[in-house]
């Protein structure tokens, strides 16, 4: 077990709309990190928070974002979704912010159809 | 541009025998590689780092190598046991950039 939460663990949905995804670090760390792995590919980079502030951007569309809250929990929204969007979306944390390995979470598998 | 390559997707090994996990990166500013391990359904797991100061570091059964002129990094697993049976992904991290870039994994797979 990592400590990091991520919630939900499946979601469907349709095109065009839009959904929330949640993530608890591990206790203690204020970094807030967001992959994207689509099938048969890397994790991608997205975006990254260090305690509530935008840290570091990846190609992360402009229907995504996120933020990280006051209690450091962070969310991913994705909007106007597309069938491309379909992937896990995995967050990490860490605890200092340079050269830290990353805690990641189990993923959200998100299925647009 | 992938900055980070694994060009092996599989690699299948005998229990008992030496696993080797390569990986290639193309941004001379990585300074820090690190080797995550990932089963299905569950998030990539930490598993060895190496800075690009030295050019070896072990742990257990674990060591990575570094050859910096050749921007190439290899993951040693000796002697491979049925538990490492998983997705071995690569990644590069730049001085003052928080941001790790992965490869693309290789699945290992341990023959019993």
């Known amino acids: 077990d990592s400590g990091v939460t991520q919630t939900p663990k499946h979601l469907i949905t349709a095109t065009g709309q839009r959904v929330t995804l949640r993530c608890s670090p591990r206790?203690?760390?204020?970094?807030v990190y967001w992959y994207q792995q689509s099938l048969d590919q890397g994790l991608q980079f997205l975006i990254q928070?260090?305690?509530?502030?935008?840290?570091a951007k990846g190609n992360i569309l402009e229907r995504f974002s996120a933020q990280q809250f006051p209690d450091l929990h962070s969310e991913l929204n994705l909007s106007s979704l597309e069938l491309g969007d379909s992937a896990l979306y995995f967050c990490?944390?860490?605890?200092?912010?340079?050269?830290?390995?990353?805690?990641f979470g189990n993923g959200t598998r998100l299925t647009v159809t | 541009d992938q900055q980070v390559k694994q060009n092996s997707p599989s690699l299948s090994v005998q229990e008992g025998r030496i696993s080797i996990l390569n990986c290639d990166y193309t941004?001379?500013?990585?300074?820090?590689f690190l080797w995550y391990k990932k089963y299905p359904a569950e998030g990539p797991t930490f598993l060895i780092s190496?800075?690009?100061?030295?050019d070896k570091n072990e742990d257990g059964r674990f060591t990575v190598f570094l050859n910096k002129s050749a921007k190439h990094l290899s993951l040693h697993i000796v002697p491979s046991q049925p538990g490492d049976s998983a997705v071995y992904f690569c990644?590069?991290?730049?001085?003052?950039?928080?941001?790790?870039?992965f490869g693309t994994g290789t699945r290992l797979t341990i023959i019993p």
């Open positions: 990490a944390s860490s605890v200092d912010v340079l050269n830290s390995p990353l805690h």
């Open positions: 206790s203690g760390d204020l970094s």
């Open positions: 928070y260090y305690n509530g502030e935008e840290r």
């Open positions: 941004n001379s500013m990585f300074d820090y």
């Open positions: 190496i800075s690009s100061i030295k």
């Open positions: 990644a590069a991290i730049a001085n003052g950039n928080e941001k790790l870039t």
